[in-house]
């Protein structure tokens, strides 16, 4: 698998810290966050293949919230939503909203994996199709100047 960058986002911070630390140890490139207004500054200045964020944080913004913001400044970055039992409805309102899946809480580090995975196979695969439709651009319209998407 091609290396790829993560972002964690969850209010407990020993579990964002755990959850970083396992991703580094099997060479995934991860940052983690403990609020949704640290993830929006965050990925206004790098770029994330993925986003893995809790659906309930307390404070100024709850999951869905930031994933709504998240997908205006970074549309094709692939989220997983985190949830307890409780908030599944939740989390589906999130699919709506761009997220790619949701995963409940407890998470196991296999599933998530497994899950993120998938996410980043996604986002490879629109990257893709994106850079082959700007070279089909620049085939039929030499010399114009093709300016470089935020995502890619």
């Known amino acids: 698998m091609d290396s790829f960058m993560v972002l964690i ?36 200045k790098r770029l994330f293949d993925v986003v893995v964020m809790d659906v309930k944080m307390p404070g100024g913004m709850d999951g869905i919230e930031t994933l709504r913001e998240l997908k205006k400044i970074r549309p094709l970055v692939e989220v997983l939503l985190l949830t307890g039992h409780a908030s599944v409805e ?26 993120l995975g998938h996410a980043f196979e996604k986002k490879s695969e629109h990257d893709q199709k994106i850079r082959k439709a700007k070279i ?6 030499p010399g114009r100047v093709i300016t470089q998407d935020k995502d890619l």
Not at 29 to 42: F, M, P, R
Request: cysteine-free.
């Open 90 to 115: 939740t989390s589906i309102e999130g699919m709506k909203l761009g997220a790619f899946d949701y995963l409940l809480k407890p998470v196991s580090l296999e599933e998530l994996l497994v899950k």
């Open 136 to 141: 089909k651009d620049l085939i039929r319209f």
């Open 9 to 44: 986002v969850d209010d407990e911070k020993d579990f964002v810290e755990t959850t970083v630390n396992r991703l580094i140890k099997r060479n995934i490139e991860a940052v983690g966050v403990t609020s949704g207004e640290e993830a929006l500054e965050l990925v206004k």
